[in-house]
């Protein structure tokens, strides 16, 4: 079956927020050497609270939600003051 041009934009956007956007993993990592005393609350809080989305309303494919590596790095040196 051919792809039509909506299905190629979102395999395209899919496809660029998959290789752009940093594992949570690797986040929560960055976050714990920037603070090792973070616990599971404040991790949770920090990543919750950084969280983006892009792409358009027109349906659950078109809309991606994703955590800002730089406000979340920001919120973790915070907790520091």
Do not use: C, W, Y
Not at 2 to 19: A, R, S, V, Y
Not at 22 to 45: C, R, T, W, Y
């Amino acid at each position: 079956m051919p792809m039509n041009h909506d299905d190629d934009m979102t395999e395209n956007f899919q496809e660029k927020l998959i290789h752009r956007t940093p594992s949570v993993g690797a986040i929560v990592n960055k976050l714990l050497k920037v603070n090792p005393e973070l616990g599971m609350q404040d991790l949770a809080f920090i990543i919750r609270s950084s969280m983006e989305t892009q792409g358009g309303m027109g349906s659950e494919f078109s809309q991606a939600s994703f955590i800002d590596e730089e406000k979340a790095l920001k919120l973790a040196r915070l907790t520091l003051q």
